[in-house]
């Protein structure tokens, strides 16, 4: 079983709906989740990082944090073409690394 | 400020060789980790580096091996290079070793 786990997609939506982005872990010492991005052709950019149980907004994102049930959830609201990308989840693991899912890619059709 | 610079952003190596790569963090950063990224793996952890100190490595096997100066910069070797080190290598900084990485552009590495 991989640490951190993703569908790898692609996972399509309309222009202005909600994409909802999942993400387990199996570590259960994971504290902090990270949220990136990449566009095709380029380097991870980050997006949110969430390290308490619950929900944290940014804008037209929402990253939630539910560890009991060991699971990260990224919500863009208002999805935009530009929004298209490869969605990377990342959990600290204890040894002291980030380890990365496969990436989830969205296509936000206009 | 300026962000993570790799170099060189593309190279193509011939099984047998070796290689390095460099990095430069953003100003004030003193913590730099490298990534490998292929189709398959996706983005896997090498090393990361503190204060010239390696503090943790991943699960690559000895080929791979790295340094930081004490400007922060850091430099990534490979040996004996294989087929399959063709990837995207990646390199990232933080502030302080928390897990806030911020990617470089990173340096495409084709084996032939």
């Known amino acids: 079983q991989k640490e951190v786990e993703q569908n790898s997609g692609p996972l399509s939506v309309p222009e202005g709906a909600i994409a909802s982005l999942n993400c387990t872990y199996s570590?259960?010492?994971?504290?902090?989740f990270f949220w990136y991005r990449q566009y095709s052709g380029k380097s991870p950019e980050l997006i949110m990082f969430?390290?308490?149980?619950g929900d944290k907004e940014d804008g037209r994102f929402t990253a939630q944090l539910n560890k009991a049930s060991q699971y990260v959830s990224l919500l863009i609201r208002d999805s935009q073409p530009s929004d298209s990308a490869t969605y990377l989840c990342?959990?600290?693991?204890?040894?002291?690394?980030?380890?990365f899912g496969q990436g989830t890619t969205l296509q936000v059709k206009p | 400020k300026a962000g993570v610079t790799q170099t060189p952003r593309y190279l193509i190596k011939t099984r047998g060789q070796q290689v390095t790569l460099s990095c430069s963090p953003i100003?004030?950063?003193?913590?730099v980790s490298w990534y490998q990224q292929t189709p398959g793996q996706g983005l896997q952890f090498l090393f990361e580096y503190f204060s010239e100190t390696q503090r943790n490595k991943g699960n690559f096997p000895g080929r791979f091996s790295g340094r930081q100066f004490s400007n922060s910069r850091s430099e990534m070797n490979v040996s004996t290079l294989e087929l399959g080190d063709s990837a995207l290598y990646l390199c990232a900084s933080d502030p302080g070793g928390g897990y806030e990485q911020y990617f470089g552009p990173g340096t495409r590495l084709t084996v032939t």
């Open positions: 100003s004030g950063h003193r913590s």
């Open positions: 969430i390290y308490s149980n």
């Open positions: 990342a959990g600290t693991s204890n040894t002291g690394k980030l380890i």
């Open positions: 570590d259960r010492g994971s504290q902090s």
